[in-house]
């Protein structure tokens, strides 16, 4: 249906109310006393957190691969198919408790300790103890972190980076002061259970190194000690160039005397990503030794912008610089809406996105990059019952598609782990992927409680962000030579993992979980496993469409496709909604004991997937609204990741002001003042969420359908936003003022039919390939 009631065609856009876009600045009037105040940068390998500290500089390092131990440490748990069938007919006889047990017992290592580590620090030792006029910033426009303050009336500036061009972190010290930068350059990381991690030297009065191995002395498996003496090892170097002065060697530091400018390129290479580490770092160095600051600065802002300007966000806001950011967090804990701070947490969330994450890269951790332990909360691992996914629910709707590809290679690697698993353990074909795993890739389960972590939902959940790929790109060659390897293995696992259920005998998982929740059973207990979760069900019915559709797109006919056919139809739904109008978490309608719990699961379908929807299932998103609303009722939602999936929630039901509400409260209470997410302690993944959220208040194409400005709230009443993707490869462009569209742009990169929404009038869209569309509201 093609409708032009609301729009007039031109040639050009004309709307030419845009305002600027804003500075987007993180901004302090104090050096970072803790940890959580310090500001990240990046270059999706390496980083750190400058404090800004003016006496004693602290930079904190990281690098992605810093991991104990290796790929073969650890073996499969004990299980065997045989006390797969026996927990299968525990369920069956309603002993859930039994089999819960068992099933930590046979097939889960229980509670590991393995963690990523921090690189350690560099101190810069100034003695700046009495200072004036101090400022601290991070600009997320160029990636840079700057430090400005005046010692004795004279001025001092430090600046900050990391290039991913150069693969080297540059900081740059200039003082106006006549006696100059006087002090020491050290670097340090802290002991593993009171053992030296590193050997510190100087190798001349310009070059400090570091050299060490990550080991876990307190490391631990199947919830008993086991020490891990072995793993990545690493070599950093700081270069130093000084303009005036002098450097001088000092057994394991450097000191400075009456220098007027200071250079450090600071380089790490680890033996996960080369053989000859040492050498690659020599080769780095030599790259970088005779460019200037300036020249390494240039290169590396234009590689950065490349990625961060392809989307703009702006929010009307008159003073969008006027007070320091943790003051404004702090004014919006008092009740305060700032529309800025609004509009400026969704650009940390893209930039800490490219920051963590580049081709060739680990993908994202738990904490991104940036992690200051040798024992970090929940191992700064991988989790994959949603907070790895969530990462990178922003990748593809930001324009960010490259930052997508770690994703993807580590998840090939978890696919060779996970056949390992499926064969060895269960006796299964495919790739059998559990909740956690790490930079060695182990499938197996890991956790004491069934309840918390003996789901094995990953690998489809995963398999979304494939297909996700191939909808936003339309790329045919990711699908037939990534996606359709990948999924060929998980859907093998599903498809042997599945038994009739007993009433009706269809086919289900089992034993199946909810991530991290419990159901009261008809015992009274309080119990994790059954058949058929919901969550389960949801995913592999998923799976097995996407499949289907894949080999459709491809015109192929593999030999598993008559196989996925014949059990989706006969899949039991995980879409059933019970007595109350809530949609059912698990394969009865169960007594919960956690009625608020922060977890979602039973939701997937709705989002991150798609088959619930307003248009097609009315029902089943009525149902989906009824369940958020009891979750909230029963103090759901919570802090971090949680509140940032509620702000998803809500823009898939195109209700503004709840998601307004959500991003106002993630603002209040899960936001430390550098702006990470608070889950607590700092989780990564409530930012990603948070910036995927606000992407889907503005625009939606999950359904088919275009949607623009779905979800918009009242408060934010004129603004523009620009590079926003929509599935199809088209990219959008939309300005609004006083609460309504007033002039937007679509963009084929491929040609085809878009269908474009704007409140109730549907359009058609007939479009080249690289042919704009542009019109106004009249």
């Known amino acids: 249906m093609k409708s032009t009631l609301f729009l007039l065609f031109c040639l050009l856009c004309t709307f030419g109310a845009q305002k600027s876009q804003a500075q987007t600045l993180l901004w302090y009037e104090k050096p970072a006393n803790i940890w959580e105040e310090a500001l990240p940068i990046g270059n999706g390998r390496s980083g750190a957190m400058v404090f ?83 400022k601290r910033e991070l600009d997320l426009d160029r990636a840079l972190v700057k430090v400005s303050y005046k010692v004795d009336g004279y001025d001092f500036f430090q600046k900050v980076f990391s290039s991913a061009t150069d693969q080297a972190i540059v900081i740059r010290l200039e003082s106006k002061h006549p006696k100059g930068i006087n002090g020491k350059i050290r670097l340090s990381r802290p002991e593993d259970d009171g053992y030296p991690t590193v050997t510190v030297q100087t190798t001349s009065n310009q070059t400090l190194q570091m050299d060490g191995e990550i080991t876990q002395r ?77 020249e390494l600065e240039q290169r590396h802002i234009k590689d950065y912008q490349s990625l961060f300007h392809r989307v703009k966000f702006a929010l009307e806001d008159p003073n969008p610089l006027d007070i320091p950011t943790d003051a404004r967090i702090q004014a919006v804990k008092e009740g305060k809406t700032d529309l800025y701070l609004e509009s400026l947490l969704f650009d940390f969330g ?29 191992n700064a691992d991988y989790h994959l019952n949603i907070n790895l996914q969530m990462n990178y629910w922003p990748a593809e709707v930001s324009n960010l598609s490259e930052v997508h590809e770690p994703l993807f290679d580590y998840m090939d690697q978890l696919i060779l782990s996970g056949k ?92 199946s979980t909810s991530p991290e929740n419990s159901f009261i059973n008809t015992k009274g207990e309080s119990v994790a496993s059954t058949m058929g979760a919901a969550m389960d069900q949801q995913i592999i019915a998923e799976v097995f469409d996407n499949y289907i559709k894949a080999c459709e797109i491809l015109d192929k006919n593999p030999p598993l496709l008559a196989e996925v056919k014949e059990k989706r139809k006969n899949l039991r739904s995980g879409l059933r909604i019970g007595k109350d109008g809530r949609l ?27 088959a619930i929807t307003k248009s097609k299932t009315p029902e089943l998103f009525d149902a989906v609204k009824n369940t958020l609303d009891y979750r909230l009722a029963h103090g759901g939602a919570g802090t971090g990741w949680s509140r940032a999936w509620l702000i998803n929630f809500a823009a898939r039901l195109q209700d503004g002001e709840m998601a307004h509400e959500h991003v106002k409260k993630l603002i209040e209470i899960s936001l430390y003042p550098n702006l990470f997410d608070a889950h607590p302690p700092f989780q990564i993944d409530g930012n ?55 002039s937007a742009s679509i963009f084929s990169a491929l040609g085809g039919t878009a269908k474009v929404k704007y409140k109730d009038t549907l359009m058609e869209v007939e479009l080249g390939k690289g042919e704009k569309f542009e019109f106004e509201i009249q």
């Not at 006496?55 to 810093?66: G, P, T, V, Y």
């Not at 057994?251 to 580490?277: A, M, R």
């Open 218 to 294: 307190r490391g631990q498996i199947d919830s008993k000690p086991y020490p891990i003496l072995h793993g990545v090892k690493f070599q950093t170097i700081a270069f130093i160039e000084n303009v005036s002065g002098k450097t001088f060697q000092k057994g394991d530091h450097i000191e400075v005397e009456g220098v007027e400018v200071i250079t450090i390129k600071l380089l790490t290479n680890t033996s996960y990503y080369h053989h000859d580490f040492h050498r690659k770092t020599q080769e780095q160095l030599q790259n970088i030794k005779h460019q200037t600051f300036e």
């Open 584 to 610: 059912l978490e698990w394969d009865q309608e169960y007594e919960e004991p956690e009625k608020g719990h922060r977890h979602m699961s039973h939701l997937y379908a709705f989002h991150p997937g798609s």
């Open 350 to 378: 893209r930039y800490l996105l490219i920051s963590s994450s580049r081709p060739g890269t680990l993908p994202a951790n738990l904490q991104g990059l940036w992690n200051r332990h040798i024992e970090a909360p929940w």
């Open 420 to 511: 390992k698993t499926a064969q060895g353990t269960y006796g299964m074909r495919g790739a059998a992927l559990a909740h956690g795993s790490d930079i060695w890739h182990m499938t197996f389960l890991q956790a004491a409680q069934a309840y918390w972590g003996s789901w094995l939902g990953a690998g489809g959940w995963m398999m979304q962000h494939f297909w996700e790929r191939y909808l936003f790109t339309k790329d045919n060659g990711f699908l037939e030579k990534r996606f359709l390897p990948a999924m060929e293995e998980v859907a093998a696992f599903y498809l042997d993992w599945l038994v009739p259920y007993p009433e009706d005998g269809k086919w289900v998982s089992s034993p």
């Open 52 to 134: 800004g500290q003016t006496s004693k500089e602290r930079i904190q390092l990281n690098e992605d691969s810093l991991w104990p131990g290796g790929p073969d440490d650890w073996g499969l748990a004990e299980g065997k198919p045989e006390d797969l069938e026996f927990i299968r007919q525990l369920i069956l006889q309603g002993e859930n408790k039994k089999a819960d047990s068992l099933l930590v017992a046979k097939f889960s290592r229980k509670s590991i300790t393995r963690s990523h580590q921090t690189l350690g620090d560099l101190w810069l030792d100034l003695g700046h103890e009495q200072v004036s006029n101090y």
């Open 688 to 742: 990603f969420g948070y910036t995927a959220g606000v992407a889907e208040m503005l625009l939606q194409s999950h359904d088919g359908i275009i949607h623009l400005l779905p979800a918009i709230p009242k408060e934010w009443k004129s603004g523009s936003i620009t590079g926003l993707k929509a599935r199809g490869n088209y990219t959008l462009e939309l300005y609004w003022a006083d609460g309504k569209l007033i």
